[in-house]
C-alpha cells in the first residue's frame, strides 16, 4: 500500500522540473536580450541553452549585458568567457538558429 503513491509523487516531480525548466529558459531569453540579441534568436537559443548549460554558466552569460549586437558580434563576446562547455554550447546554438536548422526555430 506504501507504494501507491509512488507514481504520484514522480508525476509531480516530473511537472516541478519542467515547470522550473520553462523558469530558467524565461530568465535565459530575457537576460540573452539583456545582453543584445533579437528576441526571435534569444527564444530560439535559451532553450537549447538552459537545457546543456549550469546555473554558474548561465550567469556568465547573464553578466554580458549591453547594446544590441548582431548574432555574430555576440559570439564574439562570449568567446571571451573562459569556459570552454559555454562557448561551444553558446556558439552551436547560435549557429543551429541562424541557420534555422534548430528544431526551436521552426517552430
Do not use: F, H
Amino acid at each position: 500500500m506504501k507504494y501507491a503513491k509512488w507514481p504520484a509523487a514522480v508525476l509531480c516531480m516530473a511537472l516541478a522540473a519542467g515547470c522550473v525548466s520553462k523558469l530558467a529558459e524565461g530568465r535565459v531569453r530575457s537576460a540573452l536580450v539583456d545582453s543584445g540579441l533579437s528576441d526571435a534568436n534569444a527564444a530560439c537559443m535559451a532553450e537549447r541553452m538552459t537545457d546543456r548549460l549550469s546555473i554558474l554558466q548561465l550567469r556568465k552569460l547573464q553578466a554580458l549585458q549591453g547594446p544590441k549586437r548582431s548574432l555574430a558580434e555576440w559570439t564574439r563576446m562570449v568567446r571571451r568567457v573562459d569556459d570552454a562547455e559555454l562557448i561551444g554550447v553558446t556558439t552551436s546554438a547560435a549557429a543551429l538558429c541562424a541557420m534555422g536548422l534548430a528544431p526551436e526555430k521552426r517552430r
